[in-house]
């Protein structure tokens, strides 16, 4: 029995139905440890700057570099962001590749190269364009922007290792070409599917859920 469930436009009651029968392994998470939690996050700046800073580390990690630096700028904004020098990044243990995605980002911005609040009225596909013209933000931080920012509804993160790991394991696929064929029938939910995913990942291995 699906619950009312009502927590975004990506985790409502009547799409987890619609996804339970799509897949049967929808319905073993379900049952086993009830609907993914309600990820989302504002849109803007700070958020997308966090994303970037989660690129290929822990959330925990990312989490604390984040904290220094808002500490130490008071104000997450572009003009904060674009004038610290190189120094001031690497005493915030930002790393030097991530201090220029930073200012890559912020130089987009300042320069109205790009409109982070007009993004939501706009395609996937031009969302995907517009973020992927910056420097430093490539498919998957664009995926994790639609998804919690955004709430796009069909999106599939195949460059997310837990989505990886965690498909391999439920399903008798290896290589990343299959993976994104098996998600093919999971349209139009693949943002769900992808909550699902992560939420078991999480919960086999007894770790918290994404810090918001």
């Known amino acids: 029995m699906i619950n009312n469930i009502n927590y975004s436009d990506i985790v409502n009651a009547s799409d987890i139905q619609q996804l339970v029968r799509m897949d049967k392994v929808f319905n073993d998470i379900y049952e086993l440890h009830g609907p993914p939690p309600n990820w989302t996050r504002p849109q803007g700046f700070e958020t997308l700057a966090r994303i970037i800073l989660e690129q290929q580390v822990s959330l925990a990690s990312a989490f604390a570099h984040y904290l220094k630096l808002k500490t130490y700028i008071t104000d997450f904004t572009p003009e904060n962001i674009i004038v610290l020098s190189d120094h001031e990044m690497k005493s915030n243990q ?119």
């Open 94 to 212: 930002i790393s030097q590749q991530k201090a220029k995605y930073l200012k890559a980002l912020s130089h987009s911005i300042l320069q109205n190269e790009i409109d982070l609040e007009s993004l939501g009225n706009k395609s996937t596909d031009e969302v995907r364009q517009q973020l992927t013209a910056i420097k430093g933000i490539g498919n998957w931080t664009t995926d994790i922007y639609m998804m919690f920012c955004l709430q796009s509804k069909d999106i599939f993160p195949i460059g997310d290792i837990a989505i990886i790991n965690t498909v391999k394991e439920l399903k008798q696929v290896t290589t990343q070409n299959e993976i994104a064929t098996l998600s093919e029938p999971w349209k139009p939910l693949r943002s769900l599917a992808s909550y699902f995913l992560w939420h078991y990942y999480l919960k086999k291995r007894n770790r918290p859920a994404f810090i918001d």
